[in-house]
Every structure is written in structure tokens, then in C-alpha cells.
């Protein structure tokens, strides 16, 4: 059951597995609690032990697979430094399976490889040329044989004659050349040969290549250690440029560039390391202030053509509100004109106004006046008509007589209200006007 699971990893908790086996019926069989927990951690072993064996050899695969895009990369020497080809080897998928230690350890296993391959190709050329300096040695005896059995080279042959003949053999050429380089060894060392050292100068300069390519060797072992051991602090993202001896060097003394480099080298790398950060820091500081006064600046520039932007607006509101007063003064102004103009028309109105109602008020007052003449003069006949009527008794002309003059008072009466109303109107507007023309003045 729990191995038919699919859903069950390493890190799954006893409360899922409750949850997902509490219906079965295989869960069910075996009865005792502690029983079924201790199948269910047996069975997280298992899977655990599964999960790393699968681990290790996927990690085993990428670890190969990284070799081999080591090997791909022809930018790749034996005296290549890991921080300067470090970004052009991360770019690729292969490098991001691993951890930048895993990554480190199998680059500097391959340059390791790369220096035993170049030291073997040496060995093999050094061979291969001792081979031909020896066979040019053995062919310049046998050429000065062939020449004493042909009777050229004799006990009586100046070198100087016999040289001209030789000069440009490849036996003679290595062979002077090897001489140089002995006579130079032995001054150097100050050497004193006899007529017994035949093989002892061949000897020598055989000891002393053997010398020289052990120390170039161990110059080489030394380059790569301080390489590695530089490449091993750049990796070390906990080293700081406050960062001390005391305290790294335990955390360093695990790497095998650090068990096998002098302590002083490795104290003069790490120095060398730290005042590199120091100075990275200050130009990172550097920067900092740059950028900040750059932000500075803009900042100040923005506030000063926003005060500049506020002050034109001012500026711009302030002409705006000198023109609306010039505008308003202006329309003032043509107000005060026009009411001027228009209460001196008034004036001129109101005195032909009142020339018209005193004309008027004359012209009624006369016929006024004739009215009251006419109803005197109708009262004074109709009283006489009365009398008469009351002497010789009413008639219907004299009934008619009288409803006409009764309807002439009538209109006589009314046209002398219109006039009263028409005399107080002009009356109340010249008093109007004067009031007008009072406050004007």
C-alpha cells in the first residue's frame, strides 16, 4: 500500500498518511498504532535512501556533463584564472545544475589535467631533442671519421680550414652550440675540467636542465595554488574589506591551495585581496556621491524651473489682473460717459417735458375755464328752461334737453380728471428727473 503511493514523498507527515490510508482496508489489517508508524518510517527511510542515491548520480551526470563543456571550450588554457572566464562559463545551463563551489573544484581538476598534459607534451619534445642532439653528436664523429679514413681531416688539418668545410652541417651547428652553453656553465659555476672529464660536461648540462625544468615546475605548482587560492576568496561572498586574517584563515585552511601554499603567500594574496575590496569600495563610495549630487543637482534644477514655471504664472496673473483693471476702469469710465451723456439728454427731455405740460396744463386750464363757462351758461338755461318747464309743464323735447346736457357735464367731468391724473404724472417725472440730475452733480 504505502509503496503503491504515489503521493507520499520523504518529507511526508504521519497526519497525511492518516488522512489518505484511514479508509483502506490494508491500513485497517494491522491493528496496533505503533505498529503501522513504524512501517510508515521504514517506508520515508526507503524513499529517503531512494532520493539520495538518485541525487548523487544526477549529480554525477552533471559533474560530467560540466567536465565535458570544459574540455569544449578552447578559451580554456592551463594557466587560465577562474574569476576572469567565470561569466562566460555561467551563461551556459550546464553550469547552473551545480554550486559555485562544484563549479570551482571541477575547473581547477580540469587545469590540473590541462598542466599534466602540456608537462607530458614537454617531456616528450625534451626527449625527442635529446634524441637528435645525440644522433647530430654521433653523425658530426662519423662525418670526422668518413674525412680521416678519406684523408681530408689529418693530424697536420688546421680547425680553421676544416671548419669552413663543416659550418653548415646540421651535426656541426648542435654541436657548437652545445659547446657554448657548456663554457658558459662552467664559468658560471666556476668548474675546473681535466683531459679525464670526456662524458662530465654532458653530465652536467643534463643536471642542470633537470634543474631548471623542476624549478620551472614548481614555479608553475606555486601560480596555479595562488591562483586557486585567489579564486577560492573571490568565491567567498562572507569576506568583506573589513574582513581579518585571524578570522578567515579557518574557514580557508579546508581548500587544498591552502594546505599546500606557504602561509606567506597565501597572507600576501589575501592582503593583496582585501586591499582590492577597500578600493573597490571607495570607488563604489565614489559613485554613490556622484550619483547622489547628480540626483541632487536635477532635483534643484526641477525645483528652480518649477519656482521659475510659478513666477511666470504670478507674472502671467498679475498682467491678467492689471488688464481686467484697465478693462473694467476703461468700461467705468465709457459708463460714466454714456450716464453723463444720457442725463444731459435727460435734462434736455425733462425741460421740453415740462414746456409741453405747462403747455398742456395752460391749454386745459382754458378749456377748463370755457367749461365752466359753458355749464354756467347751461345751468343759467336750464334753470331758465326749468322755470319755463314748470310753467307751461314738462314735454319730451325738454326731457330730451336735459339727458343731453346731463351727458356733456358727465364728459366734461371725466376730461377734467384726465387732466388732474396727467398734470401730477409730469409733475412726479420732472421731480424725478431732478432728483437725478442732483446726484449727478
Known amino acids: 500500500m504505502l509503496e503503491e503511493s504515489t503521493e507520499l514523498t ?67 588554457k592551463a594557466n587560465s584564472q577562474w574569476r576572469k572566464v567565470q561569466d562566460r562559463l555561467e551563461a551556459d545551463e550546464r553550469c ?14 580540469y587545469l590540473r589535467d590541462l598542466e599534466k598534459e602540456e608537462e607530458e607534451q614537454r617531456k616528450i619534445q625534451k626527449e625527442e631533442l635529446r634524441k637528435a642532439e645525440r644522433k647530430n653528436r654521433d653523425e658530426f664523429r662519423k662525418l670526422m671519421e668518413e674525412d680521416v679514413a678519406a684523408g681530408t681531416l689529418t693530424a697536420k688539418t688546421h ?10 652541417l646540421p651535426a656541426y651547428k648542435q654541436y657548437q652550440e652545445d659547446k657554448t652553453r657548456i663554457k658558459d656553465t662552467v664559468k658560471l659555476k666556476r668548474i675546473t675540467l681535466s683531459s679525464t672529464n670526456v662524458r662530465i660536461k654532458l653530465i652536467f648540462y643534463e643536471l642542470v636542465e633537470r ?34 586574517w585571524r578570522i578567515v584563515k ?19 594574496i589575501f592582503d593583496e585581496y582585501i586591499t582590492q575590496l577597500k578600493e573597490q569600495a571607495k570607488e563604489n563610495e565614489r559613485k554613490r556621491k556622484e550619483e547622489k549630487a547628480k540626483k541632487e543637482k536635477e532635483r534643484e534644477e526641477r525645483d528652480r524651473k518649477r ?12 498682467r491678467e ?39 398742456r396744463h395752460q391749454s386745459s386750464q382754458d378749456n377748463l375755464n370755457e367749461t365752466e363757462k359753458d355749464r354756467s351758461k347751461n345751468s343759467h338755461r336750464h334753470s331758465s328752461d326749468h322755470k319755463k318747464s314748470r310753467r307751461h309743464g314738462s314735454t319730451p323735447e325738454s326731457e330730451n334737453g336735459s339727458r343731453h346736457k346731463r351727458h356733456i357735464e358727465s364728459e ?21 428727473h431732478g432728483d437725478l440730475e442732483d446726484g449727478e452733480m
Open 211 to 244: 634543474a631548471k625544468e623542476k624549478e620551472e615546475k614548481e614555479a608553475k605548482k606555486r601560480k596555479r595554488l595562488a591562483d586557486e587560492f585567489s579564486d577560492l576568496l573571490h568565491s567567498i561572498k562572507d569576506i568583506s574589506a573589513s574582513s581579518t
Open 159 to 168: 680547425w680553421r680550414d676544416y671548419c669552413m668545410k663543416v659550418k653548415d
Open 307 to 318: 519656482m521659475n514655471h510659478g513666477r511666470e504664472k504670478d507674472r502671467g496673473r498679475e
Open 10 to 76: 520523504s518529507t511526508s507527515r504521519w497526519s497525511k498518511a492518516l488522512t489518505m490510508f484511514e479508509n483502506d482496508d490494508r491500513f485497517k489489517a494491522v491493528d496496533r498504532e505503533r505498529d503501522r508508524r513504524d512501517l510508515f518510517d521504514n517506508h520515508l527511510e526507503e524513499l529517503k535512501q531512494k532520493e539520495r542515491a538518485k541525487a548523487l548520480e544526477e549529480h554525477k551526470r552533471y559533474v560530467i556533463e560540466y567536465r565535458q563543456f570544459l574540455e569544449s571550450c578552447d578559451f580554456i
Open 321 to 359: 489682473k492689471e488688464d481686467h483693471l484697465k478693462k473694467d476702469a476703461a468700461d467705468i469710465e465709457l459708463v460714466e460717459t454714456t450716464e453723463i451723456y444720457v442725463s444731459g439728454e435727460n435734462r434736455r427731455s425733462g425741460k421740453d417735458k415740462d414746456k409741453k405740460n405747462r403747455k
Open 250 to 268: 579557518n574557514i580557508l585552511n579546508v581548500a587544498e591551495s591552502s594546505v599546500l601554499l606557504e602561509k606567506s603567500i597565501r597572507r600576501g
Open 412 to 432: 366734461n367731468d371725466s376730461r377734467h380728471k384726465r387732466h388732474k391724473r396727467d398734470h401730477r404724472n409730469g409733475s412726479r417725472k420732472s421731480g424725478d
Open 96 to 109: 547552473s545544475r551545480l554550486d559555485k563551489m562544484d563549479r570551482l573544484e571541477i575547473f581547477q581538476e
